[in-house]
């Protein structure tokens, strides 16, 4: 013989049970999907803009003589696919393919005008400088699309190099 009993919660109460037991697994989800799409090497890389040599004096016009120097201050290699640099004017460059630069110092020169690319200096294929002469500005964005580093600077008469100071 089976034996009735009262039920334990009212079906008002059950179906209450219910909504917050898939409430709860939503939110353990959400929080999985949070951690696994955000992991902890997610961090900004270590790459900075160490220098730029602009104004080319009108005895070397040479294109190649204008560049900006990266420099990787980790202490591993960076991948810098999908990375931008670009000036005060808007003209952009990006890092196509793999295009590492090694850590503890590793550095790499951008360029401006065409040339070979290699290990260590790639070219922004243009026909033009890429810094003003006067002032500008150069800005390293990561592959997703945040400022990593601004370099801003003004000729000042001394000699048109300018090493960027990074602030920690």
Not at 5 to 29: H, N, Q
Not at 124 to 130: D, K, L, P
Not at 144 to 153: E, K, N, R
Request: glycine share 12%; net charge neutral; aromatic share 8%.
């Amino acid at each position: 013989m089976v034996e009735l009993r009262e039920p334990l919660t009212s079906p008002a109460e059950a179906k209450m049970r219910k909504v917050i037991g898939t409430l709860m697994a939503m939110v353990v989800g959400l929080v999985g999907v949070v951690a696994i799409s955000a992991p902890a090497s997610a961090r900004a890389p270590d790459v900075r803009i160490n220098s730029i040599k602009f104004g080319v004096f009108a005895a070397d016009q040479s294109l190649g003589r204008e560049w900006i120097e990266l420099i990787n201050r980790g202490p591993e290699a960076v991948n810098l696919r999908g990375f931008t640099v670009q000036n005060g004017s808007g003209a952009n460059y990006g890092f196509n393919g793999d295009v590492m630069i090694a850590g503890q110092g590793g550095r790499l020169w951008l360029h401006a005008g065409t040339g070979v690319d290699t290990d260590v200096s790639r070219y922004w294929q243009n026909g033009n400088f890429v810094w003003d002469d006067a002032a500008d500005q150069a800005t390293l964005r990561s592959r997703q699309g945040f400022v990593t580093h601004t370099c801003t600077y003004a000729d000042m008469g001394d000699g048109r190099f300018k090493r960027c100071p990074v602030i920690t």
